[in-house]
């Protein structure tokens, strides 16, 4: 009968571990979404950037500095270097990111099956965790790889209790204590759910249990104190679009709001219908009276929950003291994250009620089997084919947020009905990564239509403007918008400052790169990025200096540019090459190669060619080779770099070679005018005047308004005795310019032909 049982058990086991595979099966095709991509795509702690003790000793989760301000003070070290592990042995395949979370799910899954079993209420465990593996509610935290935190913190969890039920062990409980909260910082209520078992089913009078609860009782305050020295004792700030509620002026309406928000909660995990990626911004309306149905209907839950928790206190028996653990493991997680002790960057958020989850459906299995009991009729025969109908509802409701989250356009989509503002937003920035402009418009404007202070719209308009329509001042305005809403937005300074240096405006211009550079952004929370964002300001700052021939200042910006974006900043490459360009223009050649190779070393192209035609400058023509020969495996196919070549090779005087180079640039781009332009003074230069002027011909045909492309074409006709259609473009070239003297001379010189010729 023993092995019997065995069997059966097993096969639970492996129902429930299949259950939870299938049902999450097609989540591995799903993409890095939403908080994916700041927490793993962006972040050097997960791209090994940094060194393995930054993400334990200095650096959120998201990789930015947590004793920063603006820092969101998550501090799991252990899920980032999970994510930094795998990024080591396969880089950035989202379907084993993807794999790890469900892996995690599945031992969860299997894990509640094991406590049910351990607390024996009513013998329907199996149901619980079948019911666990597939609720809907849980799809947040295995669907966003980012939820890993709540699935890992959940396991450590669920391990400690039931190792802890099985046989107590103080040393274990707290390793687990603390791997609970490297991965999540809710692992904190992990010792005083231990404690609470320990009051609920041991004998209190004993010296071990005073012994054992004063251990969990220090040993978590001395966590709690490591924990919050991390984040330098301080707590985080968030905007008013992640927690509106706690930037809500009346005390009345935060209290009312907060009491409602544990309830709401609930109800999404009793009735997961309308589920949301995000429930920011104006996704819950606010309570701002106690007539409120909602605030009511919280009071009544909320009364209703501490008198049944006070009958089981009183009437205590085996069964009472498993349900109020139980109670306890449902509410304790919440607490936490509620806002209720410190405000948290979200209203409402479907992954921290993973672990609540747990206790959830075993609770639900124990009111199950009370009606079985209390109503006979509900015999197996008919309960079971209603536990089944009930299980498949929350299959077919999981794959649905399954398919929802395998794409980014589908979850946002998905949460237009909840959360339109946010969705609208996102959704824009979706299609405008697709080229889809008038879509990414359209959803753009929504957002703004529900809340016009979005400063991402604003500043996303502004590049989808500038970028489709090529409409400069539009673009100006929608920057303009989105700095009145966030004065400290480096990104729209810099490109505020860009369009306006084009149009002229040099002096504004300066002013918003001062304003990009002059904001640290030790109170933002994506620190790193704003450091990005301020390093390209001062090198652009720096290009822009160039082009006005302030050389020093240049050097200057780009090389703050250097020391703000550190290692791995983007620009590297560029920004060397812009300042070994600038020591070139001050005559020191000496420093500007120093620059030059350094960008070469980081396979910077047009480094390649700058060095190469500096070295044809100084007569050092033979190592000039080597460099060509470099830049042509880096860019085979870059109408640029043929070009270049080609142009290197005219001035060492490689005809022959430059005109293969030059034919090899136009092959790839016909109208590419630089190549016109020199193949032309190629074959000029070598006296094949009448195939240069085809050439000077398309050149003119491309520029019709420029009045060196008509002196050029009349120069060539002049060459090859056309007189009068020689005449007609130095006549073209002279309306478009008329101060041009070497047309005029040109021209003179053509007159007195046709005059001798006339004569003739």
């Given amino acids: 009968m023993k092995n019997s049982n065995f069997d059966w058990n097993s096969h ?185 078992y320990e009051v609920l089913f041991k004998d209190r009078s004993t010296k071990k249990f005073k012994t054992d609860i004063t251990s969990y009782l220090m040993f978590v305050s001395m966590i709690s104190y490591l924990r919050l020295s991390i984040s330098n004792y301080q707590t985080p700030i968030f905007s008013r679009n992640d927690n509106p509620i706690s930037h809500e002026g009346s005390f009345l309406t935060r209290t009312l709001t907060f009491l409602f928000l544990p309830i709401f909660h609930l109800f999404l995990i009793v009735f997961p219908k309308n589920l949301s990626f995000d429930w920011s911004m104006d996704a819950i309306p606010k309570v701002e009276s106690v007539m409120d149905s909602r605030f009511v209907l919280s009071i009544i839950i909320y009364v209703t929950g501490l008198k049944v928790i006070g009958w089981l206190m009183m009437n ?147 590049t989808l403007t500038s970028h489709s329509q090529n409409s400069t001042r539009m673009a100006i305005q929608f920057y303009q918008n989105a700095l009145q809403s966030r004065k400290n937005f480096a990104a729209a300074h810099l490109n505020i400052a860009l369009l306006l240096h084009d149009e002229g405006f040099h002096q504004k ?54 020391n703000i974006g550190g290692p791995f900043f983007e620009h590297i490459p560029s920004v060397l090459n812009s300042i070994g360009l600038c020591f070139n223009e001050l005559g020191d050649v000496e420093s500007a190669e120093k620059y030059f190779e350094m960008a070469i070393r980081e396979n910077h192209v047009n480094s390649f060619l700058t060095m190469a035609h500096l070295k044809i400058r100084q007569n050092r023509s033979y190592e000039v080779g080597g460099l060509l020969q470099k830049v042509m495996r880096l860019a085979p196919d870059s109408v640029t770099v043929l070009q270049n070549i080609a142009l290197a090779e005219f001035q060492m005087k490689n005809y022959n070679r430059s005109l293969v180079f030059y034919r090899k640039a136009l092959g790839v781009d016909p109208n590419h005018l630089d190549s016109l332009y020199g193949i032309a003074h190629l074959l000029q230069e070598t006296r094949r005047y009448s195939v240069a002027e085809e050439f000077f011909q398309k050149i003119q045909q491309l520029q019709p308004e420029s009045y060196s492309a008509h002196s050029n074409y009349g120069a060539i006709l002049h060459l090859n005795q056309k007189y009068d259609e020689a005449l007609n473009a130095y006549d073209k070239a002279l309306i478009l310019n008329s101060n041009d003297t070497i047309t005029r001379e040109n021209r003179q010189k053509l007159m007195r032909i046709l005059k001798k010729k006339r004569k003739i």
């Fill in 12 to 196: 639970h086991y492996l129902l429930v571990a299949l259950s939870a595979g299938i049902v999450y099966s097609n989540v591995l095709k799903a993409e890095f979404l939403y908080d994916d991509r700041p927490a793993i795509l962006s972040n050097d702690d997960v791209l090994g950037r940094t060194r393995w003790h930054s993400m334990v000793t200095t650096n959120d989760f998201w990789g930015n500095p947590i004793r920063l301000e603006g820092s969101h003070k998550s501090y799991r070290p252990l899920i980032t270097a999970s994510f930094r592990l795998q990024f080591a042995i396969h880089g950035l395949k989202a379907d084993l990111f993807h794999g790890v979370n469900l892996i995690c799910h599945v031992i969860n899954s299997i894990l509640v099956l094991k406590l049910g079993k351990q607390l024996k209420i009513m013998d329907l465990s199996l149901f619980s965790a079948l019911l666990f593996a597939c609720h809907p509610i849980t799809s947040e935290a295995v669907c966003s790889i980012v939820g890993r935190a709540d699935l890992m913190n959940t396991m450590f969890i669920l391990l400690a209790i039931t190792f802890h039920i099985e046989s107590p062990n103080t040393l274990r409980t707290s390793l687990f204590s603390i791997l609970a909260i490297l991965s999540k910082e809710t692992g904190i209520v992990l010792l005083p759910l231990i404690v609470l």
């Fill in 316 to 462: 205590t028996n085996e069964k009472n003291r498993k349900l109020l653990f139980l109670i306890g493991m449902f509410v304790t997680p919440h607490i936490v994250s509620s806002n209720l002790i410190t405000y948290v960057g979200f209203v409402v958020a479907e992954r921290i009620l993973y672990l609540n989850t747990v206790s959830y459906c075993i609770l639900i299995g124990f009111a199950i089997g009370i009606l079985r009991k209390k109503y006979p009729i509900l015999s197996s025969s008919t309960c079971y084919p209603i536990l089944v109908l009930l299980l498949s509802v929350c299959c077919f409701r999981t794959i649905q947020r399954v398919e929802d989250w395998k794409t980014e356009e589908s979850l946002f989509k998905s949460a237009l009905h909840v959360n339109p503002t946010k969705a609208h937003l996102n959704l824009g920035y979706v299609f405008t990564t697709q080229k889809k402009y008038e879509k990414a418009r359209y959803h753009y404007e929504q957002a703004l239509k529900r809340n016009g202070r979005l400063a991402d719209a604003w500043y996303n308009l502004g």
């Fill in 509 to 562: 211009a300066f002013f918003h790169l001062e304003q990009c550079l002059q904001n640290p952004g030790t109170d933002l929370k994506l620190y790193r990025n704003h450091q990005k964002t301020r390093a390209t300001c001062a090198y652009n700052k720096g290009r822009l200096l160039q082009k006005s021939s302030r050389i020093q200042e240049a050097i200057d910006s780009f090389s703050l540019a250097l």
